[in-house]
């Protein structure tokens, strides 16, 4: 009587701990994956209001890519600060460096594929001034727009490598 006391003991206690262990369901699934969140951290005002936040983890990323020129919180300022030449570089940015960071500033290169003397483009991102500046290089004229008058200042690899774009589209080195 003991050992069927004893069994009956355990197999209630097995019965219990299966009950009290019982399976949770998940009621929903997250729609994000890692690149949208990447993609909704650049639609936030964040980035508008402190781009360090948000663009530091552009560096080595094309623009492409992370959609930087038609779908974040940068593309109105893009808009404004082009112009009507805002198409014309979405439309000619297909030949891409990725970002690049030297110090606050980072900087991304496009151009129109198998023509980049034609019509190549740098991108300049002021992080610590959250300012904007596009060098638009087309048949050896330079035009540079300047978010709120803002010259972003360029130093060391950033400067050297704007000025063989100059030499090479044969304008002359006046910054």
């Not at 009290?20 to 969140?37: A, Q, R, V």
């Not at 983890?57 to 009507?84: A, E, F, M, Q, Y």
């Not at 500033?105 to 001034?129: E, M, P, R």
């Amino acid at each position: 009587m003991e050992k069927k006391a004893k069994n009956l003991f355990i197999v209630a206690l097995s019965c219990f701990a299966m009950v009290s262990c019982k399976k949770e369901t998940i009621k929903s699934i997250p729609t994000t994956d890692s690149t949208s969140i990447k993609i909704d951290a650049l639609k936030t005002d964040s980035a508008v209001i402190n781009p360090s936040d948000t663009l530091k983890s552009l560096v080595d990323k094309s623009v492409i890519g992370t959609h930087l020129l038609t779908n974040s919180s940068i593309t109105p300022r893009l808009k404004t600060l082009l112009g009507t030449e805002y198409d014309q570089m979405v439309k000619y940015w297909n030949t891409e460096t990725p970002f690049t960071k030297e110090g606050d500033i980072l900087h991304a290169g496009g151009c129109k594929q198998h023509d980049c003397t034609t019509y190549s483009y740098d991108l300049y991102i002021d992080a610590k001034n959250n300012k904007i500046n596009v060098y638009k290089f087309s048949q050896s004229k330079l035009t540079v727009f300047a978010e709120d008058n803002f010259r972003i200042i360029l130093k060391d690899s950033l400067l050297q490598d704007l000025n063989t774009k100059k030499i090479n589209a044969n304008i002359e080195k006046k910054f």
